[in-house]
């Protein structure tokens, strides 16, 4: 054979022709509008935090780098760390106590009943009913004197004394537990219900046919086959609960000292640092502490769904 006819022919690289260039230019078209906006209002503010946190500026004056000052003034602020652990005992309490009531409300109203569909409803409304209104309803039912519903209850059924709820330091945050579980255990229901309405019923006979029981068809069918369900809810119902602010605002909100001592969230404390105190870079730090708690919690959830789903 001659070395032509061992040569390899390489490929012969072309242009897009002009009908191509017109689809391709079509699509980045459609795709524009969403990437500049997420490019301005998303990734733009994201990188510049990070830039603020490392340096000291009030809005108005230039930045002045301060490297990581502004880290450890946050670890030494008393404020800031009382949002810091705040969050964490709200985090604590709300994710595993909204688990427990979305599930049972889905298992419940999974049943064949009578008017499930209303109150499937009833429980899925205050999610989506504007936060303003229902915190009005709450307000007016936890009002803190001997008027209010739930200390009428409180005192004629448990016979004890009634509570101030949201406008005492001590039970606020409960108040503002109470508060997120009800909004928000409507939505991860209906997620639940999905998970539910997908495992086979097979799965469930065959449980029968070995002389299982309700509750346990619940341990070793029902909450196995939920696992990916339950894997979604809990993360994002943790990033949910790191990002507390709007609740916390409509019940104790404003300047006093309720919020400032008992009920400072990490976001609430953010927003005071950067709007109110005008420390731009303080606030910018607590931002990315935030980030770093919330990835870092993430990564070990996912770690423990892969783990147990190796075992």
Known sequence: MSGNDRAVKMPVKRGMSKREKKRTLVA???????????AVFTLGPIILAFIMAF????????????????FKELFTNDRFMASLRNTIVYSLFTVPLTLVCALGLA???????????????VVFFPYVASLVAVAAVWNMLFTPNKAGLMNQLLMNV???????WAAAPNTVMLTIILFSIWKNMGYYMVIY??????ISEDLYEAAALDGAGSWQKFLYVTLPQLKPTTFF???MLTISCFKIYDIVYMLAGGSNGVVN???MVLVYYIYEEAFRN???????????????IVLVITLIQFRGEKNYAND
């Open 55 to 70: 340096t000291q500026w009030d809005g108005s004056n230039p930045m002045q780098f301060v490297g990581g000052e502004n």
């Open 261 to 263: 001592k008992s009920a």
């Open 193 to 198: 219900l999905a998970g539910l309405q997908g």
């Open 158 to 164: 448990f016979h004890t004394d009634p509570l101030k």
């Open 233 to 235: 809810v809990s993360v």
């Open 28 to 38: 980045y078209s459609f795709i524009a509008p969403n990437f500049v906006g997420f």
């Open 107 to 121: 298992i419940l109203l999974n049943q064949k009943i009578k008017g499930r569909t209303f109150f499937r409803t």
């Open 278 to 292: 005008w420390k731009l870079g303080s606030a910018s730090a607590a931002a990315l502490v935030l980030f770093v």
